[in-house]
């Protein structure tokens, strides 16, 4: 995936993030499939783990950098879950996108060497490029989710 492609998908996510500003509350704490996360949990999930790859990933993307490992998947996602029920819907959704615009400033700043950059999360060894499309694959699952849940087709 290049750049370009990379940047679509953030504004892409972007226009699916603000229609779900629309939803009403119903629909914004429905199950995304029996007994699953609500769609606010799913959206909360995506925001705690973007502030993560912001804060403990991006700025130590160097070539050969050894980083640790994630945290606790489970711990993340379930801190998401309680910080859903938490917060509005306005709250959670307007940091995410916020959260976003540093994807879209470190995108701004990325070409194709800074792509091929290599280091290792624990012992996976992968270059940014691979990291952000990993990611990229993430939010296109949930967003999948999210619309299948709500009746819809995925917001272009």
């Given amino acids: 995936m290049n750049v ?8 892409d996510f972007d226009q699916w993030a ?17 007994g699953k996360w609500s769609v606010a949990a799913v959206v909360a999930h995506l925001l705690l783990w973007d502030q993560y790859s ?3 990933r ?34 959670v959704l307007d940091e995410l996108l916020e959260t976003r615009r540093g994807y879209h400033e470190l995108l701004e700043q990325t070409n194709r060497e800074k792509l091929a950059v290599s ?4 012992t996976h060894s992968l270059t940014v490029e691979e990291y952000i499309t990993d990611f990229i694959q993430h939010d296109l699952h949930h967003q999948k989710q999210v619309d299948e849940a709500l009746g819809r087709s995925l917001v272009k």
Avoid at 22 to 30: A, I, R, V
């Fill in 4 to 11: 370009e492609q990379m940047k679509q998908h953030y504004r």
């Fill in 18 to 34: 603000g229609s779900l500003k629309e939803l009403q509350d119903g629909e914004w704490h429905k199950p995304i499939s029996e």
């Fill in 54 to 56: 912001l804060a403990e």
């Fill in 58 to 91: 991006f700025p130590f993307f160097k070539e050969g950098a050894e980083l640790p490992s994630y945290p606790d998947f489970q711990n993340v996602n379930d801190r998401a879950r309680e910080y859903a029920e938490m917060v509005s819907k306005e709250q």
């Fill in 119 to 122: 280091f290792k999360i624990s």
